[in-house]
């Protein structure tokens, strides 16, 4: 017992000690940016020697040259390195940051430290080293904006932060953990405008959601689902066991419910026909190339045996969900449907209306997702540890 418990400690002051490495700005192959003070102070290294501390007012330029960085202030060059380190001098200090070259890119705050390097090609690789409650909370607000129920934002930083601690490797080729795109999660600026949004990353502090075989779960989400969630296999290959479809009424009185699309009964024919042989000839499903309907979702057109997909129909014709009924109206094929997104998962709007209902985010998540356990990342550990499984 002793020993996990020192194992334990040991692995609680490595995590606690370590920030998270974001690579930012990851959109733009920028070649020179422009790092300017917010709040507090920061010290600059150039390969480890301190070069300056940026003042109030203060801006430090970083130049791609061939293969170094070039480190320019005011009229200064302070010289030619491979890695550039932005230091708070304290904690939880802001800076401002600004892509010069290529493009001009709109100022963006971040908070805590910022490390700088030359990329493979022939940009600047830019890392963003921020603690966890910092990266959520403008995870939160990149995603979202403010306005919510402070339970809602909580649900988000649940599942924003066990994606990140589940996805500690995803960039690892590249130097840092996860990229400020949708590709990880979209972290497009500090938090700046949201209080609530700090107290609910706060009030879920190590808060992750795992599931039935202790694994750190994905937090699949979508904007709406229409009335019923869908089974994950009916958008991907895999089954995923927390993700069975669920009937929701939360969500289906507000304005993504429900949409209607017209598409020429040509067109539709031919993608049809084309794609899948569809059986036009056929007494039966000739009948029915123009009239389907679904009760409840389903995962192809018609029948299964037929083989049409309906992720496939909703790609093709860029449709908001895969839950339709059709039917024809004169030349046009009427797709009447329900629901914004892929239906796996969290239900956005479902989920917000629950919050504003007293629903806390414990319920709402177990609402959603089948069978979740919401523990305390630090006691998961110890946990994993303790049973030496390999649960990651
Ligand atoms: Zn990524
Ligand atoms: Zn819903």
């Not at 418990?5 to 040991?10: E, G, K, Q, R």
């Amino acid at each position: 017992m002793r020993k996990y418990v020192l194992i334990l400690i040991f692995t609680l002051n490595q995590a606690l000690a370590q920030q998270l490495k974001i690579g930012v700005l990851r959109a733009y192959n920028i070649t020179d940016v422009l790092v300017s003070y917010h709040k507090g102070s920061y010290n600059v290294y150039g390969d480890s020697l301190k070069k300056h501390t940026i003042l109030p007012t203060e801006s430090v330029q970083i130049k791609r040259v061939g293969d170094k960085l070039n480190l320019i202030q005011g009229v200064r060059n302070l010289g030619y390195f491979d890695t550039i380190r932005i230091q708070e001098t304290l904690p939880n200090h802001s800076f401002r940051i600004q892509g010069l070259k290529p493009y001009k890119i709109k100022e963006r705050k971040y908070k805590n430290n910022l490390l700088l390097t030359t990329d493979e090609l022939k940009g600047i690789k830019i890392i963003n080293e921020v603690e966890m409650p910092n990266y959520l909370a403008g995870v939160i607000e990149s995603e979202g904006g403010g306005g919510r129920h402070i339970e809602y934002y909580k649900v988000q930083a649940v599942l924003s932060r066990t994606y990140a601690l589940g996805h500690l490797k995803k960039h690892i080729k590249e130097g840092f953990s996860l990229c400020d795109r949708v590709h990880c999660q979209a972290y497009h600026k500090m938090l700046t405008y949201t209080p609530t949004i700090q107290k609910a990353v706060l009030e879920t502090k190590h808060i992750v959601m795992v599931d039935q075989n202790f694994k750190l779960a994905n937090g699949f989400f979508f904007a709406n689902c229409g009335g019923q969630t869908s089974e994950s296999d009916f958008v991907w290959n895999n089954p995923i066991p927390y993700c069975r479809s669920v009937r929701d009424t939360f969500c289906v009185h507000t304005k993504q419910a429900h949409w209607t699309k017209k598409i020429k009964k040509t067109e539709w024919e031919n993608y049809l026909v084309n794609h899948f042989g569809y059986p036009v000839k056929d007494s039966i499903w000739g009948a029915l190339l123009y009239s389907f309907s679904q009760k409840q979702r389903k995962a192809f057109y018609q029948i299964p045996q037929l083989g049409i997909p309906l992720r496939d129909l909703r790609t093709h014709f860029k449709l908001k969900s895969t839950w339709f009924d059709v039917y024809l109206e004169g030349n046009e094929v009427v797709l009447k449907g329900h629901g914004f997104g892929h239906g796996v998962g969290l239900c956005q709007e479902g989920a917000m209306k629950m919050s504003k209902y007293g629903y806390t985010y414990d319920k709402i998540i177990r609402f959603y997702f089948y069978g979740v356990y919401l523990l305390d990342y630090y006691k998961w550990l110890y946990f994993k540890q303790k049973y030496n499984s390999e649960v990651m």
